[in-house]
């Protein structure tokens, strides 16, 4: 099978490849914004302790 | 059975083991949907009835499952929540809504890409495209709920009645195929007697659906770990955690 067969999909190019990338997009969303959610926490917690050490 | 309850209620040890088990579930996880995309893409034959079409059933069949499954996992947990005011439960109902509504958004679209080439159609109203739809109105409606207190605790139990009453939607989705005449096909893989579909186009299947469950793990356990930590803010464990660090 050569690449060109391979992109094409036996004609079902326009909704097979639409299909994983929009699941590639979203997983990518859901990887970043997860560690992003943990990262920001992470960060105000920091800042809230930097603020008590100094307010003290 | 008690200490073990007792422990998965205490936010620092939840903290700690999440944070420890989610590097193992995020790279299993991805090497398993990695293995599933090449051989679904490449590996498995074409169907004889829809053609190289039925690859998108890869990514379209596992996100319709994770879609109710995260929902089950979400509802269960906000009930726990709600009856031993158990407040990592909370943290882990939280979580799981925009997961969900991640999945149930690559359900709806990988399966309108189907459906266009397949039915003809982007959209029909039939019963499984409409219960999925009103799936992920409930997460929308769980996180806006979510949003609107201001207090932690009327949110937590305000969105888990939400998340208890919106359960009565999953089954409907899961049989709308068997109970209306739909457009959506019925499951060909849990037919458990016989699965009507060959092993070269199972596996790779399969593949995808522990793959995207174990991800599911990774990315629910991320956002548990920073629901914790804004739950818990001001904690001494908190101030040893980011003293070490």
Not at chain 2, 49 to 57: A, D, N, T
Not at chain 2, 111 to 128: I, N, P, Q, V, Y
Not at chain 2, 172 to 185: A, P
């Amino acid at each position: 099978m050569n690449v060109r067969d391979f992109l094409a999909m036996g004609g079902y190019a326009a909704y097979v490849w639409p299909s994983y990338a929009f699941t590639a997009l979203v997983f990518t969303w859901m990887v970043l914004s997860a560690r992003k959610a943990h990262r920001d926490a992470l960060a105000a917690a920091r800042k809230r302790f930097a603020r008590a050490r100094s307010g003290s | 059975m008690w200490l073990w309850f007792h422990k998965l209620g205490s936010p620092p040890h939840v903290y700690r083991i999440a944070g420890k088990i989610t590097p193992w579930f995020g790279w299993i996880g991805g090497i398993l949907i990695a293995a599933g995309v090449f051989g679904g893409l490449v590996l498995a034959p074409a169907d004889y009835q829809q053609g190289e079409g039925f690859r998108i059933l890869y990514v379209h069949a596992p996100s319709a499952w994770m879609s109710l499954f995260t929902y089950v996992v979400m509802a269960v947990a906000a009930t726990i929540g709600l009856i031993w005011r158990m407040k990592v439960a909370y943290s882990v109902a939280a979580s799981c809504a925009p997961i969900g509504a991640a999945f149930t958004a690559v359900a709806l679209v990988t399966g309108s890409l189907w459906g266009k080439k397949m039915w003809g159609t982007w959209w029909e109203w039939d019963a499984r495209l409409t219960s999925e739809l009103i799936l992920l109105f409930l997460y929308f409606g769980y996180m806006a709920l979510r949003a609107a207190y201001d207090d932690q605790q009327r949110a937590d139990r305000a969105s888990a009645v939400l998340a208890m009453v919106g359960v009565v939607n999953i089954p409907i989705i899961h049989y709308s195929v068997v109970w209306w005449n739909t457009l959506h096909q019925p499951a060909s893989v849990t037919k458990m007697a016989a699965p009507s579909i060959a092993p070269a186009m199972l596996v790779p299947l399969i593949l995808m659906f522990f793959g995207f469950n174990i991800v599911f793990g990774a990315l629910l356990f991320t956002r548990v770990r920073g629901e914790v930590l804004l739950r818990e803010r001001g904690a001494d464990w908190i101030r040893e955690l980011l003293g070490k660090s």
